[in-house]
């Protein structure tokens, strides 16, 4: 994210300047200044001595350099010299004072991010790093800041025009900005929060048809039956507020992302006969991206891969002798708690084991742009913070909540147990093996990835983190935490956390998926995401002789499993005379058109191009079959339950696909709005009906008008565009004035959330592409020069650099930029202009 506050009049002008002209160069000239030099040479205080930056056609930087001290001083002078407004901004997200540069309209988040304490977490991350690690940190926050103490005239347009100037860098900042990309990968937190909201309206004995469970599973109503009894409407101040600022924080792209494929073949699997390795990850659509790629050369430390601006990391990436990339677990290592909770005079009491304790208080001074300060109290339990007691509705923004009698929702997270995660991050970059890389791996605690790496002579995979062992439940729905059976017993021993080494099959890949089979040794988690990426790279691998370019195939593969799952489903001995039936009591007109449709998704190959007609019609088919099965019950659209619905597909496996492949004894076939009872069949009868209604309202009558891109794009967006709904009218307008600036698109995009190539929407709300491959990464050993990477957006968070958003061509043709390590062939990539960053005293 980036925050970017124009102020409305200059936008408004500015705007229109743009809309007369139809150019930039006058915004582009306005902020020249705030563009450091990409060559000549800059006296610098802090480094012992020379450091050359030069950079490649996109701008990404090879940082050379004598020793790591001025490797890793010189890696934060660049991290804010590409992405300073994206750095400023996350600060203020993890430490819950963004209303500080924003204003009022998004105190709700700050108030949910202090409550979260991500402080905290950070603090003791940073205290059990080793000396080293520190010292990294330490000297990392100095090139930050030689930076900002030279530029602090001219800073990025975002920056200048909120009349904001930044606090210095501290080592803690670093670290806390891992503590929110970590807090980001927690799905269940948003999951468990959409459950109340879902329970509220369909009751806890039908929840369990609606959780995230996968098919081979039984539906957990032992589980929904937690909040059989208690009654939950309008008892829990706060609760609405919670669900709205988990999604906005979400929406922001800091919460419940299923993020990545990564793959890695054995040499018995490849061409050359020597290991290959991928890794995409995938994070909300974004201007920048979160990711931005580094080349660090020192004489004891080299790795080129993706960094996130603010932790001095290469996070993904190869070194020389081992490449290593990374997907999200889906690890469910926090969970909700429900608080009876009571006013007792001027405490907050809690019942815990039959007793009411007074619940800890912590005072958080929230600093808001154009308003005066506030002080607010913050309550914890022994599971956690007191989410909802800090949100809700007020009279006016200032007010503190009223936390009177009824429920709280605690979170209890492992984020605050003491490890050194940070220490076996930076030895991972340094490991020379995958006997090496297993060493550091298995000491990541901090956070819930699958690290796939590989060298010149095998793979490896291990799962990092660490997960709860919960006396009972699956920890999918909100624990009542007045009772002791669903407390904590520690955490799973790490012993158990899955791996693998060169494998018989020749291959390690995984995509969000589940991991393990049914009843393993350890709950790694209860809500998974869809299981067809993995399934279309497991018959991709399976082809073997695999090379670069087929794996940059792989990368870019737009065909889903669940096109022929759903054939399947309609073919079969208990559907396909009942659906025909089912059709033909349709009305004439919705009769044709529903056979039209079945016959066009019976001859779908599954190929989701953006070209492509069916495409369309089968991406249409799933959005109208969520409407049609579940509206009724969970609708309006607006509504909170409708919206957890939305929001649990978008993250793990779903009600929608689930009900579409079976449950045919699900009670939501049932509509509603009818007197008739309604079954399987005949909502997919009206489904089919309303796809072909609903497609030629959209694109037209005929089909070879189709086509799945018109329906589905990419949508660049800045961070300014994504504040914009919490900014005043006059604000919203200004930033809308300058879109043609800040943000980029439309693009008309192919693939789904089921794609390896993911361009997920919101199935059940709309077609607009929110998440994707963030960055490609390939390290193939049967190359000279193995690494080859790109990014979705561009180098720098600035719109006045040329690297703002150049990547974004490159990414949708899939133009692959080289990360060369030999000496002499550096300049072919990199060139021979450079900046030299030059030692001074101070």
């Not at 929060?193 to 599973?217: N, T």
């Not at 929608?656 to 008739?676: C, I, K, N």
Request: net charge negative; with cysteine.
């Amino acid at each position: 994210m980036s925050l970017r506050v124009p102020s409305p009049l200059l936008a408004l002008a500015l705007g229109a300047m743009l809309g007369l002209t139809g150019c930039q160069a006058f915004l582009d000239s306005r902020y020249r200044d705030s563009l450091p030099p990409e060559h000549g040479i800059q006296p610098v205080t802090g480094l012992a001595s020379s450091v050359s930056v030069r950079r490649n056609t996109l701008g990404m930087p090879l940082i050379e350099t004598t020793s790591l001290h001025d490797a890793i001083f010189a890696l934060g002078w660049v991290h804010a010299t590409d992405r300073l407004s994206q750095m400023v901004s996350m600060r203020l997200m993890a430490e819950g004072r963004l209303a500080e540069m924003v204003g009022p309209g998004v105190l709700e988040i700050d108030r949910f991010m202090r409550a979260v304490d991500l402080r905290r977490s950070a603090e003791v991350l940073y205290r059990n790093a080793s000396p080293r690690t520190k010292e990294i940190f330490e000297v990392y926050a100095r090139g930050v800041n030689a930076y900002l103490f030279r530029h602090r005239d001219a800073l990025p347009m975002d920056l200048a025009e909120a009349g904001y100037r930044p606090e210095y860098w501290t080592p803690e900042d670093s670290v806390l900005i891992f503590a929110l990309l970590n807090f980001g990968l927690a799905v269940n937190l948003q999951e468990e929060i959409a459950s109340l909201a879902m329970a509220q309206k369909v009751g806890a004995d039908k929840l369990g048809w609606l959780l995230p469970i996968y098919p081979d599973e039984a539906l957990p109503f032992d589980e929904a039956a937690k909040l059989d009894g208690l009654k939950l409407d309008g008892r829990m101040p706060g609760l609405a507020a919670l669900h709205d600022t988990a999604g906005q924080v979400a929406s922001l792209g800091l919460l419940g992302v299923a993020a990545s494929n990564n793959w890695a073949f054995a040499g018995s699997r490849t061409r050359s006969g020597k290991p290959l390795l991928a890794n995409d990850t995938h994070l909300p659509l974004s201007m920048p991206s979160y990711w931005n790629y580094v080349h660090l050369r020192a004489p004891r430390f080299q790795a080129a891969g993706v960094s996130i601006a603010g932790v001095p990391a290469v996070v993904a990436g190869f070194n020389g002798k081992l490449g290593w990339g990374m997907t999200m677990v889906m690890g469910d290592n926090q969970d909700l708690f429900l608080e009876r909770v009571r006013r007792e005079g001027n405490r907050l009491m809690y019942l815990a084991d039959g007793k009411w304790l007074p619940a800890r208080e912590r005072q958080e001074t929230f600093f808001v742009k154009g308003e005066r300060p506030i002080r607010e109290t913050l309550y914890e339990t022994r599971n956690g913070p007191l989410l909802n007691t800090v949100l809700g509705e007020r009279k006016y923004p200032l007010q503190p909540l009223q936390v009177g009698s009824g429920y709280g929702l605690a979170l209890r997270t492992a984020q605050f147990e003491t490890d050194q995660s940070l220490d076996a991050f930076f030895r991972l970059s340094q490991a020379q093996s995958v006997d090496e890389a297993f060493e550091a791996t298995r000491d990541i605690r901090a956070v819930g990835l699958n690290i796939l790496f590989a060298d010149a002579n095998g793979i490896g995979w291990q799962v990092t983190g660490r997960y709860p062992n919960r006396k009972e439940g699956l920890g999918l729905v909100p624990s009542p935490g007045w009772d002791a059976r669903y407390d904590w017993d520690g955490f799973a021993d790490p012993m158990l956390h899955p791996y693998d080494q060169d494998p018989a099959q020749g291959w390690l890949g995984t995509a969000n998926h589940r991991t393990v089979p049914r009843g393993y040794g350890m709950q790694l988690s209860s809500s998974w995401f869809y299981p067809e990426r993995y399934e279309r790279l497991g018959e991709l691998a399976a082809r073997g002789g695999h090379d670069t370019r087929s794996v940059i195939a792989m990368q870019y593969d737009q065909t889903t499993p669940f096109a022929a799952k759903l054939k399947t489903m309609f073919e079969g001995p208990g559907m396909a005379q009942p659906l025909a039936a089912a059709i033909a009591a349709l009305p004439t007109a919705e009769r044709a058109r529903a056979q039209r449709a079945l016959d066009r998704l019976m001859a779908f190959d599954g190929h989701l191009a953006a070209t492509s007609a069916d495409a369309a019609l089968y991406g249409m088919f799933l959005q109208q079959s969520a409407r049609e099965i579940f509206l009724d019950e969970l609708g309006p659209v607006d509504s909170p339950a409708w919206r957890g619905l939305v929001q649990t597909a978008d993250n793990s496996y779903s009600a929608q696909a689930d009900h579409l492949l079976g449950r045919d004894d699900s009670p939501f076939w049932d509509d509603l709005r009818t007197p008739a009872k309604e079954d399987k069949p005949a909502i997919l009868a009206r489904t089919l009906a309303a796809s072909m209604s609903e497609l030629e309202a959209r694109l037209g009558a005929d089909p070879a008008g189709w086509q799945w891109g018109k329906l589905h794009h990419y949508r660049w967006t800045s961070g300014t565009t994504q504040l914009a709904p919490y900014m005043s009218a006059g604000q919203r307008a200004g930033i809308q004035a300058l879109g043609g600036y800040l943000d980029r698109g439309p693009y008309a995009a192919g693939g789904d959330h089921s794609t390896l190539n993911v361009s997920a929407y919101h199935w059940g709300m709309d077609f607009d592409t929110w998440l994707i491959p963030a960055m490609r990464l390939i390290v193939d050993f049967g190359r000279e020069e193995p690494m080859l990477a790109l990014n979705s957006s561009g180098q720098s968070g600035n719109p006045a650099s040329p690297h703002y958003a150049d990547g974004i061509d490159a990414w949708l043709k899939g133009q692959y930029m080289s990360f060369p390590f030999k000496p002499e062939n550096l300049d072919a990539v990199y060139g021979t202009r450079r900046l030299l960053l030059t030692p001074t005293k101070p």
